[in-house]
């Protein structure tokens, strides 16, 4: 059974860093890529960006190029969502899915991670 | 960045009616548009892809049809597991998403 397992909600501050990751199983978990979706409270879904963990290929959305960073470790199957300074716009929910190929729907989707930033 | 426009934002039906979403694209995306359901509290699901297939054990009451800038998804018969909230994406290219049709019980 393919599975995207996300890691929990998290509370943070404007400026500190975070770093949230999502992990796969039941697949070839180097076969596929791994996009991230944003959604912000009550509103719709934003294509983030997608990582293809076989050789680490990334590429962004221009709307979030240089906001967040995407990176993945395939030793441990797990791919990762990353900020160095969060502000109060980054409260979302954020979810992980898997793409066959780098333009393609998405077939799987983890839980999602709720992250709210607030001072 | 292509901008998909869904109609209506909201559509109000009966258990057992039939329910016709529209999404417009602002270029041609050809057949490379998918439709998602999203439950409040889940995570979208995929239905639709390639503007028409069904994804893997979606009920054959949802079908999707159109190409270039013209898209419909139909629910021949609503169930009440169906109300929910229906986002269109194309993948011509960096995806986009519409903005949604929520779909609620009249």
């Known amino acids: 059974e393919v599975q995207l397992v996300q890691s929990g909600a998290e509370v943070k501050k404007p400026g500190e860093s975070l770093k949230i990751s999502c992990k796969g199983s039941g697949y070839s978990f180097t076969s596929y890529w791994i996009g991230w979706v944003r959604q912000m409270p009550g509103k719709g879904l934003e294509w983030m960006g997608i990582i293809y963990p076989g050789d680490s290929d990334t590429r962004y959305s221009p709307s979030f190029q240089g906001q967040v960073t995407i990176s993945a470790d395939k030793s441990i199957s797990t791919a990762y969502l990353q900020w160095s300074s969060l502000k109060a716009s980054d409260t979302a929910m954020y979810y992980c899915a898997r793409q066959s190929s780098s333009w393609a729907p998405s077939d799987y989707w983890g839980q999602g991670t709720l992250v709210t930033v607030s001072s | 960045e292509i901008v998909m426009t869904q109609s209506p934002a909201t559509l109000s039906v009966s258990p057992g009616e039939r329910a016709t979403l529209s999404c417009r694209a602002s270029?041609?995306?050809?057949?490379?548009l998918a439709w998602y359901q999203q439950k409040p509290g889940q995570a979208p699901r995929l239905l639709i892809y390639g503007a028409s297939t069904r994804a893997t054990g979606i009920p054959a009451r949802f079908s999707g049809s159109g190409s270039g800038t013209e898209f419909t998804l139909t629910i021949s018969s609503l169930q009440s597991e169906d109300f929910a909230v229906y986002y269109c994406?194309?993948?011509?290219?960096?995806?986009?998403f519409g903005q949604g049709t929520k779909v609620e019980i009249k």
């Open positions: 270029q041609s995306v050809s057949s490379n």
């Open positions: 994406q194309q993948y011509n290219n960096w995806p986009t």
